[in-house]
């Protein structure tokens, strides 16, 4: 009978066996087959179930448009345009140069043919699983002399962390995760340049650190990143890699400039609701909100609760550097500075985690310049990497074992992974029904509302969905019924973001517009509506819907105005024009009336509206059949659904029932082809 050996040396021959498993086929083949499998499956039970998400926040912009419906037949508009070309009621938006991500796109529509937002959500799962993979093989050459579960560990824990779901479950933000591969594939080229020497790695270093660029400017930091991981993980010399750091920023200055000798001159559109700091200018208050900005992040990477799709003003309060939160903060950054400056001569591995997550936060800091919404979760996408190294280092820690010891006794390296399952447990839980609710538009905003009461520009969002989607209705277009509830939290919103910035005219002019459509309560329209006219003259909607609302209280002097001072202003305006005229139908100058409508008739005969306007006056008159006769030859022009519901109702008062039916089948053929 074989001779049991003691429970001490059992214990020491699994230990031992664990750990050829780990180091032995460090740099096998078969090993990195069996991770990159790995780590495939993990982007995918994280992520998977975006696949079933619809398009979300500002996705237009690069998807879901006219422009990449095109496929490649785009490209060169892809890369002669701005990403961002909105127009507005006031300015215009155009903004950015970002072709490589609606290159993607356009890819995409190429090779599918339509749009499926399912598809898109999974190659970005895709670009995920890319880039996690990547930063792996590239730690695991950073810290090639560290024990492999090491920087395999930290590609996990950052692969989970709730922060990323803005940034993998948005189908706009897929730029952050293309500027993030790009940078980390020029790092992995100067990595084979530092372990080789052979210069023509450089070469495709500088190219995807430009591809990179034109994703988005957010690789900029990977600038300071690079010689600081060449002098912290290679023997290189400062004078080796200095002229490295000096030819990426000659590239992006070079990729910054580049675009502005073709692209025609931008405009970016900035407010308060966005950020208080486009409006306040002064130092101390940057820095003070700054401060607080920096404490945002630090919280959400401790505690990823609540994420939100927005932020804005007043969310992050305008403060200086005496605000308690504010000395928390400088108090913070400045030990764990302090800390990695201290240890940056040994090359510590926690002070370069320090640093990486310093570099790239200082960009979204609000003291260099302000940022788009004050903070967002996408900002600390690839900062994030500095905290998870920083926390699997103090997990290491904890359990005196160091990171960077070949073998890990059986009993440390269990303790270690029960730590981590623990955070990946809630982590992942976290992620996953964060996903869920960026299922739609309408899902993302309902469950963020409750915790953005001081977002003035999230509630002017979610009220102004609801006010799309009730314009959208067919019980509204067809009865104008609307649904009560939905109407209270409509104007409940629009209400709570006026309190918050009592400036903002647009959503001053949104509300004058639910008080009249749907509310069928002029009196306060007018009210709102002139105090947007009040913070902005230029506004025409509000002047038109101002109009609309006097002539719903039989105001018509006061209407009249309003269409005049626009078409003073602006005399190519022609639906003011068309409003006019329906003004001098209500004063009773019907022939006048009519007149400006054949004016235009002139000018574009196959438009539809002059004789929608005429038959409206014709059967105002109580002439219903030649109203009629009116009405079909608009819709011969332009088959609309509120025309034909409107003959259809027409033949219904007159008994003709066959004709009625037509015109609602043509009513409900023309609701189904809107897009």
């Not at 920087?151 to 989970?160: E, K, R």
Request: charged share 20%.
């Amino acid at each position: 009978m074989k001779k049991q050996a003691p429970p001490t040396k059992m214990k020491d021959r699994t230990s031992k066996r664990l750990g050829q498993m780990l180091n032995a086929p460090y740099n096998s083949r078969k090993a990195n087959w069996y991770i990159v499998l790995f780590f495939f499956v993990w982007a995918y039970i994280l992520y998977g179930n975006t696949i079933l998400n619809k398009y979300a926040v500002d996705d237009e912009f690069v998807t879901n448009n006219e422009m990449i419906r095109k496929g490649l037949a785009a490209v060169p508009e892809i890369f002669t345009t701005h990403y961002i070309d909105q127009k507005g009621n006031v300015s215009d938006n155009t903004t950015d140069y970002r072709p490589i991500v609606k290159l993607t796109y356009a890819l995409e529509y190429q090779i599918y043919q339509q749009d499926k937002p399912g598809r898109s959500h999974a190659v970005n799962v895709l670009i995920y699983f890319l880039l996690s993979t990547l930063l792996f093989f590239i730690l695991k050459r950073l810290l090639k002399d560290y024990n492999i579960l090491f920087p395999f560990l930290i590609t996990v824990v950052f692969m989970a962390h709730p922060v990323h779901t803005e940034v993998v479950a948005s189908l706009k933000n897929r730029d952050e995760m293309l500027a993030f591969l790009c940078g980390l594939g020029a790092l992995y080229f100067l990595l084979k340049y530092a372990d080789t020497r052979k210069f023509w790695y450089i070469l495709p270093a500088v190219i995807v650190f430009v591809l990179g660029y034109l994703s988005k400017a957010s690789i900029l930091p990977f600038i300071l990143i690079y010689p600081l991981a060449l002098y912290f993980f290679t023997d290189l010399k400062p004078k080796q890699y200095v002229p490295i750091f000096a030819l990426f920023v000659i590239l992006a200055v070079f990729s910054q400039i580049g675009p502005k000798w073709f692209l025609p001159a931008g405009e970016r559109m900035t407010s308060m609701m966005e950020n208080p700091l486009y409006v306040e200018k002064g130092l101390l208050y940057r820095l003070g909100t700054g401060l607080v900005s920096l404490l945002f992040y630090l919280r959400i990477l401790v505690y990823p609760h609540p994420l939100l799709f927005y932020y804005g003003y007043d969310m992050v309060p305008l403060t200086t550097p005496a605000n308690i939160w504010a000395i928390v903060s400088f108090i913070l950054y400045a030990g764990i500075l302090i800390y990695a400056l201290l240890h940056i001569r040994k090359k510590e591995m926690i002070s370069f985690a320090i640093l990486w997550y310093l570099i790239f936060i200082a960009m979204y800091s609000n003291i260099l310049i302000p940022v788009v919404g004050i903070v967002g979760e996408r900002f600390v996408f690839a900062g994030s990497l500095g905290f998870c190294m920083a926390l699997v280092w103090v997990i290491f820690k904890i359990f005196k074992t160091e990171p960077n010891s070949l073998t890990i006794e059986f009993d440390a390296r269990a303790k270690i992974l029960v730590v981590v399952i623990l955070i990946l447990i809630p982590y992942t839980a976290l992620t996953v029904n964060r996903n869920r609710e960026w299922r739609s538009l309408m899902d993302l905003y309902t469950k963020d509302i409750p915790y953005l009461t001081n977002s003035a520009k999230a509630n002017t969002q979610y009220a102004g969905l609801l006010m799309r989607t009730t314009y959208q209705d067919p019980n509204f277009r067809q009865y104008g019924n609307v649904n009560q509830f939905k109407l209270e939290i409509m104007k409940d919103h629009f209400l709570k973001s006026v309190k918050i910035y009592p400036r903002n005219y647009q959503t001053l002019n949104d509300l004058g517009t639910v008080y009249l459509f749907f509310d069928k309560d002029p009196d306060s329209a007018i009210l709102f509506l002139k105090r947007a006219i009040d913070l902005n003259a230029e506004l025409e909607p509000a002047w038109v819907n101002l109009g609309m609302a006097y002539r719903e209280v039989k105001k018509f002097d006061s209407a009249a105005l309003c269409y005049s001072t626009i078409l003073r202003r602006n005399p190519q305006q022609i639906r003011a024009y068309f409003a006019l005229a329906n003004v001098y139908n209500d004063m009773g100058e019907t022939q006048k009336a009519i007149d400006m409508n054949l004016a235009v008739l002139k000018s574009s005969p196959t438009m539809d509206v002059p004789f929608i306007n005429i038959g409206n006056y014709i059967l105002g008159a109580g002439d219903t059949a030649v109203a009629i006769e009116y009405y079909e030859e608009a819709i011969s022009r332009r088959v609309t659904f509120e025309g034909c519901v409107h003959l259809s109702n027409l033949y219904k008062s007159q008994g003709d029932t066959l004709k009625s039916v037509y015109y609602q089948q043509k009513a409900n053929e023309a609701m189904n082809n809107q897009p």
